[in-house]
């Protein structure tokens, strides 16, 4: 599989990287930005490079090795920019990717992986109905199947699986409050509840962008769970690990450098102000 992913060979032995590189956060679109937010507030002496593959974005309708190949070339870039550690930020990427790319890059240059956040709804769950809201992608691959497996059945509660392909279009486009989104909600969600299910996970980076106008809409209906602070945490821990933390406070705002593969990144600035919340200075860039 690896000849045709665009993964080069790399130096032997690998240089090692250094604390004070940055932290490389992938995402297919702005989604990941959800947990880039999260790095920033867990992790705030850290720089960070953003990739968001706009350019193909979105990716839960692909197929797998389409998605194989995006992620490949997409960790590829950020190794290449000189970081530290790869986030996938991204649930469709993770399902297909972080076997290979674990493989590939070894122990020099780690891999972080996201999987949606079921484990806490299973353990907090009343009625014992949880949903996930995730890609289409997402739901093929073998790393739901396995929290499902290893987290809910064993304590007997109902997984209902649901995706909509206009969600992530919407957060992109920033149209995430818009009545369309609301009413596209709706349609996935209102079975859900009808359904009994307490808890819905937000099983793609783009979905906490959506908390607040679901919450306007199931408002002591749904409890919502997402992954982003899990994997910050992880993301320390790793770091920690690899003696890659970088202690010394830097005295200022988090730097986020956002780089987008689409034909013009600074397009997105409205979208950007309005996701990036809180403290961080941040630059776009477009992928040369
Ligand atoms: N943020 C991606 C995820 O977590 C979005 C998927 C897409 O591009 O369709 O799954």
Redesign the pocket.
């Known amino acids: 599989m690896s000849a045709i992913l665009p993964l080069y060979p790399l130096e032997n032995p690998m240089p090692k990287a250094s604390a004070d590189a940055p932290i490389g956060i992938f ?3 702005v ?2 930005l959800s947990v880039a937010q999260e790095i920033a507030n867990y992790l705030p002496n850290e720089r960070i490079i953003y990739f968001a593959d706009t350019a193909h ?4 309708a692909r197929d797998d090795q389409n998605i194989r190949e995006l992620t490949a070339h997409a960790i590829e870039w950020l190794y290449r920019q000189g970081c530290k550690i790869a986030v996938v930020a ?3 990427a993770s399902a297909f990717s972080l076997d290979f790319l674990r493989e590939h890059y070894g122990e020099s240059f780690p891999i972080v992986g ?1 999987v949606p956040a079921l484990k806490p709804a299973v353990l907090q769950t009343k009625n014992k109905v949880v949903a996930v809201l ?2 289409p992608a ?1 739901f093929r691959g073998q790393l739901i199947k396995d929290v499902v497996h290893r987290f809910a059945e064993p304590s007997g509660v109902e997984v209902i699986t649901v995706t909509c392909l206009d969600l ?1 279009p919407f957060v992109e486009a920033g149209l995430q409050s818009s009545d369309a989104c609301k009413e596209a909600l709706r349609k996935v969600l209102d079975p859900v509840v009808a359904r009994h299910a307490d808890y819905l996970v937000l099983g ?3 979905y906490p962008f959506l908390k607040e106008t679901i919450q306007g809409i199931y408002t002591d209906q749904l409890t919502l769970v997402d992954s982003g602070f899990a994997v910050a945490r992880q993301t320390a821990r790793i770091l920690i690990k690899n003696g890659l933390l970088l202690e010394t406070a830097r005295g200022q705002e988090i730097q986020l450098n956002f780089y987008a593969s689409g034909h013009n990144a600074h397009a997105l600035e409205p979208v950007l102000k309005h996701l990036i919340q809180g403290k961080m200075s941040w630059s776009i860039h477009d992928v040369i």
């Open positions: 995402d297919s679109g989604g990941g974005v979105p990716y839960g991204c649930n469709t996201l995730a890609t997402t992530v793609c980076t783009h």
